[in-house]
């Protein structure tokens, strides 16, 4: 299998405020956030990265997206070093989170045009692509519709279509299906499988066993920033179902402690 993602001894540590101590009891001013993280992803697979709210996920999504660097280590995107090379590595993904803000005053149609134009792509390819776009997503019935007046499912279909108009070969989605409806989370995952069938390599971070199990090939379990598992789906599962096996490694590394 291609190696597409490669992240080797990612390490992270944010300074914690006075009030952060106080809220967590802790008597130190930095918290290591993501400590040694290292595993790779591959051509036509999905590669599930899940773990604890705070346990780390989303800042190794940020620096494998290279919106956040790492204190040490390093990773690369289809050969590319989030360090020494962030752009080529921005031209190569797409980079999807509930946190993702589109300019409200514009439309879908606009922020497509856009950002397709932002990437070069030809006029024609653009049209073609957003058709089927819009079309699979149902972005097409508001595609004039003021971002502000769209609703959060909305929004999040419309970062989904602007994030792909590049047609990426790598995928890097956090926490894809937070705050949608059922309908909406259904539209997101079964178009995950869907993009693994063309050969891309997509990442998801996410809390949510269900959405690990329905589309992942294989799994990355982190914990207190430490990656605690990777391997395939069975091998961690191990006989058990995702969620049992989720908590007794989680047991096995914290003696039991909430984080």
Do not use: W
Request: glycine share 8%; hydrophobic share 40%; net charge neutral.
């Amino acid at each position: 299998m291609e190696t597409f993602i490669k992240a080797s001894g990612l390490r992270k540590t944010f300074k914690i405020s006075r009030k952060q101590q106080k809220i967590s009891r802790s008597p130190h001013t930095h918290k290591v956030a993501v400590d040694d993280v290292s595993f790779e992803c591959y051509a036509g697979e999905i590669y599930g990265l899940l773990g604890p709210n705070g346990a780390g996920k989303t800042t190794v999504m940020r620096i494998l997206s290279t919106l956040m660097k790492a204190d040490e280590g390093d990773a690369t995107v289809l050969g590319k070093s989030v360090k020494e090379d962030p752009e080529g590595v921005r031209r190569s993904i797409a980079f999807l989170t509930s946190e993702l803000k589109l300019d409200e005053f514009f439309t879908p149609n606009y922020m497509y045009d856009f950002y397709s134009n932002l990437h070069g792509i030809d006029p024609e390819v653009a049209r073609e692509r957003k058709t089927k776009l819009f079309e699979k997503f149902g972005v097409d019935t508001f595609a004039e519709v003021k971002i502000s007046e769209m609703s959060q499912g909305m929004k999040q279909k419309t970062s989904l279509v602007v994030s792909l108009v590049h047609d990426p070969k790598v995928i890097i989605f956090d926490e894809p299906t937070n705050g949608l409806d059922i309908l909406t989370a259904k539209v997101v995952t079964d178009f995950l499988a869907e993009l693994k069938g063309k050969d891309k390599c997509i990442i998801v971070s996410t809390h949510i066993f269900s959405l690990i199990e329905k589309v992942c090939d294989r799994i990355g379990i982190i914990v207190d920033g430490k990656m605690v598992a990777d391997d395939t789906m069975k091998k961690v599962c191990d006989g058990m179902t995702l969620e049992d096996r989720f908590f007794k490694i989680f047991d096995e590394v914290t003696g039991g402690r909430a984080l």
